[in-house]
T-cell receptor
Framework: KNQVEQSPQSLIILEGKNCTLQ??????????LRWYKQDTGRGPVSLTI?????NTKSNGRYTATLDADTKQSSLHITASQLSDSASYIC????????????FGDGTTLTVKP | DAGVIQSPRHEVTEMGQEVTLRCKPI?????LFWYRQTMMRGLELLIY????????DSGMPEDRFSAKMPNASFSTLKIQPSEPRDSAVYFC????????????FGPGTRLTVL
């Protein structure tokens, strides 16, 4: 069964600090991996999309890494801000078909002043 | 562009009633997705369309759910009859060029079935 597991389930950090969120998957064959940010009461917003051949992608203070050999991805947030408080969802697709996507349960990040 | 538009934003109905959720994708996008999100199951893809044609509906939970896309600027998700376990937030998203490209999500419809 294809699975996507995210850790930690929740995380609290102080404003200005860095943090790293993890995503481990067993999806095979692999097409792409996406990270979304979801603010409370709003729809998810895409942060990064990585294919099998990419091992890092940045979007401002967000940097995603991918190790296709170990089937692990991480999302690193630099110099956190209060607005980073949100749920971060990892989604892995295979067979180049969005209908064949597996979603992680998300990590809830709280940034405190 | 106004982004993906969904209506209504909130819907409260009684068990057994028909519910219709509406979505207007971003102009020019050729892929449209319907998702459901609950605390228990997280975010789930229900169905997606390409050029108004349903491509994969394997995520649709049962026959009570149906989705249509009569034209490039409008889609509906219908639940008939509704049940309390259908209570969730339903998101519509659209993308351009590929189902693997960045998806832009609407604000969601929060459905409560009493």
């Amino acid at each position: 069964k294809n699975q996507v597991e995210q850790s930690p389930q929740s995380l609290i950090i102080l404003e200005g600090k860095n943090c790293t969120l993890q995503c481990n998957y067993t999806v095979s064959p692999f097409s792409n991996l996406r990270w979304y940010k979801q603010d409370t009461g709003r729809g998810p917003v895409s942060l990064t999309i990585m294919t099998f051949s990419e091992n890092t992608k940045s979007n401002g203070r967000y940097t995603a890494t991918l190790d296709a050999d170990t089937k692990q991805s991480s999302l690193h947030i630099t110099a956190s801000q209060l607005s980073d408080s949100a749920s971060y969802i990892c989604v892995v697709s295979f067979n180049t078909n969005a209908g064949k996507s597996t979603f992680g349960d998300g990590t809830t990040l709280t940034v405190k002043p | 562009d106004a982004g993906v538009i969904q209506s209504p934003r909130h819907e409260v109905t009684e068990m057994g009633q028909e519910v219709t959720l509406r979505c207007k994708p971003i102009s020019g996008h050729d892929y449209l997705f319907w998702y459901r999100q609950t605390m228990m199951r997280g975010l789930e893809l229900l169905i997606y369309f390409n050029n108004n044609v349903p491509i994969d509906d394997s995520g649709m939970p049962e026959d009570r759910f149906s989705a249509k896309m009569p034209n490039a600027s409008f889609s509906t998700l219908k639940i008939q009859p509704s049940e309390p376990r259908d209570s969730a937030v339903y998101f519509c998203a659209s993308s351009f060029g590929s189902s693997d490209n960045e998806q832009f999500f609407g604000p969601g419809t929060r459905l409560t079935v009493l």
